[in-house]
């Protein structure tokens, strides 16, 4: 059999509650394909900060580095939130995707038509809508240097960051981000702050430069002020979003609003070469942690992208799809996509539904 050896970060918060999930649900869909998993699991985020001092132990690192994937849950909490800045739970997520290279985030938001009732739009507005946004990831204001504390020639306390973009790093991330486009209906919508910000002005050029290289991608830009409204206004005029490291944190979650809930959005982090990451959108919501109330979905359909994005296991990627679907046709929904009709289920329960719908299908198959 096919064998892959996989790495479990389940991190804070409702990460192990979403991960115990999704590791489940992958396991059965590939075994459905005649596909072996080797999980292994490593701390990492504030975790990591309890067992080992710091938030992404080399050993963690070097487990995610010699593995073909890596499936994380969520890091951070309110107990770690004063710590000084190489001591966060975030940092530790940051050196993880700078340390695989996972310079590209796809962020799908799909508007699922059982969702529909839970999005907080107009049906007519939220229906049918289906977006993909490229983030960038390892580069901008979230890494630019000079960055830190100092003090002004007033002697007042000041914080800074530099938001930074070579040519090579937009236009790589503008290759996927056109490739995505083409392979979906062949409309890129760069998100950019040109009017005021050099990067961004180099952004614009380099991405127009490109586009040359794809005439058979329509291309647009617009301001991201401009970005943010339209994706309320009318979410559908949207295929696929290409744009920097912070506007793309800021409009996949807005982007997932329209979808009914943060709990749902999953995403896939790839590089050059070497493994992709794969994570649900979601931070580790410590408002609902160990309650069993997280939507595991987002997790859920992060894990299938991990088969299609990380593996090439399409098959067994659909498997996972329909039985979210499949799933969500039967009315099971946790809280946050709760609507009226539909029965109330927690985490394990939407779990142990899944991995039903899952499992109906090797008689269908
Ligand atoms: P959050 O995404 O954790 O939570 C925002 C809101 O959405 C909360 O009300 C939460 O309960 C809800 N929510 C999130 N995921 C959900 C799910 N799966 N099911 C149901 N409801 C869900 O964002 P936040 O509160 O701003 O951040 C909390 C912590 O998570 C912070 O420490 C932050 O740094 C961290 N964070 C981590 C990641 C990550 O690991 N990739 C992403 C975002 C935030
Ligand atoms: C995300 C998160 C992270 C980010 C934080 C926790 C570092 O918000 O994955 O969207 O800003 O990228
Ligand atoms: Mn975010």
């Not at 295929?239 to 490291?245: C, H, K, L, S």
């Not at 994570?279 to 069993?292: F, L, N, R």
């Not at 539909?342 to 985490?347: D, Q």
């Amino acid at each position: 059999p096919r064998s892959y050896r996989i790495t479990l970060l389940p991190g804070d918060g409702i990460g192990p509650e979403v991960v115990s999930v999704a590791k489940d649900v992958l396991y059965l869909a590939g075994s459905l394909e005649g596909i072996e998993f080797r999980f292994r699991e490593v701390p990492v985020g504030g975790a990591a900060l309890d067992s080992t001092g710091v938030p992404l132990p080399e050993e963690t690192l070097t487990t995610a580095k010699e593995s073909d994937a890596v499936l994380l849950g969520a890091i951070g909490g309110y107990k770690w939130d004063a710590n000084e800045k190489h001591l966060k739970p975030e940092t530790g997520l940051l050196q993880l995707r700078a340390g695989l290279g996972v310079f590209a985030n796809l962020r799908p938001a799909t508007v699922l038509p059982q969702l529909v009732d839970a999005s907080t739009l107009k049906k007519e507005v939220a229906e049918g809508v289906d977006i993909m946004v490229v983030r960038e990831l390892t580069g901008g204001i979230y890494f630019g240097k000079p960055r830190g504390f100092g003090s002004n020639d007033k002697g007042e306390d000041i914080g800074f960051n530099t938001e930074i973009y070579s040519v090579p790093e937009i236009d790589r991330i503008a290759r996927v981000a056109f490739e995505v486009a083409r392979k979906r209906r062949g409309q890129l919508c760069s998100v950019d702050k040109a009017n005021v910000l050099e990067a961004s002005m180099l952004w614009r050029k380099t991405v127009t430069a490109l586009a040359s290289e794809f005439s058979d991608v329509e291309i647009s830009h617009m301001y991201v002020d401009n970005a943010a409204m339209q994706l309320i206004r009318n979410p559908k005029q949207f295929d696929t979003i290409v744009t920097n490291n912070i506007f793309g944190d800021i409009l996949s979650d807005e982007a997932s609003m329209l979808t009914g809930s943060i709990g749902m959005l999953p995403s896939a982090s790839i590089g050059a070469s070497g493994p992709g990451l794969f994570e649900p959108i979601h931070g580790s919501a410590p408002d609902i942690a160990g309650q069993d109330k997280a939507n595991p979905l987002a997790t859920v359909l992060s894990a299938a992208m991990l088969l299609r994005y990380g593996l090439g296991e399409e098959q067994a990627a659909k498997r996972i799809e329909d039985a979210v679907i499949n799933t969500l046709n039967k009315g099971f929904r946790t809280g946050d996509i709760f609507s009226e009709g539909t029965t109330l289920v927690g985490c394990k329960r939407m779990g142990a539904e899944v991995l039903k719908s899952v499992d109906s299908q090797a008689t269908v198959a």
